[in-house]
Nanobody
Framework: QVQLVESGGGSVQVGGSLRLSCVASGGIIRRYCMGWFRQIPDRGREGVAG???????SYADSVKGRFTISRDNAKNTLYLHLNSLKSEDTALYYCATDLVGGSWFPDRSFGYWGQGTQVTVS
């Protein structure tokens, strides 16, 4: 059974930083494509960043240069480092996978999701 548990969200001022974590069951983060998404009220869900099994990373244009996705295979943990935060980054952030390899892109569909962690920037 796939389990994804996010943490690290909180309230931060504009320009601040946070680090989100996603602990995954088994060894899935190193075997499959993983992604971070966010749900913004009135805007729906959008892809933020992704990492392929080989380690290549991709980002949505809105966060490029500010957010960094990484992983620690030994800890089965996926991270999202959020820097230079803006008020429009306020959202519920999720990690996700579909237990398949391949490239990440913002519109890619994933079947397994965590419960989310809230980020509020003001």
């Amino acid at each position: 059974q796939v389990q994804l548990v996010e943490s690290g969200g909180g309230s931060v001022q504009v320009g601040g930083s946070l680090r989100l974590s996603c602990v995954a069951s088994g060894g899935i983060i190193r075997r499959y494509c993983m992604g971070w998404f966010r749900q913004i009220p009135d805007r729906g869900r959008e892809g933020v960043a992704g990492i392929e099994s080989g380690g290549s990373t991709s980002y949505a244009d809105s966060v490029k240069g500010r957010f960094t996705i990484s992983r620690d295979n030994a800890k089965n943990t996926l991270y999202l480092h959020l820097n230079s935060l803006k008020s429009e980054d306020t959202a519920l952030y999720y990690c996700a996978t579909d237990l398949v390899g391949g490239s990440w892109f913002p519109d890619r569909s994933f079947g397994y999701w965590g419960q989310g962690t809230q980020v509020t920037v003001s």
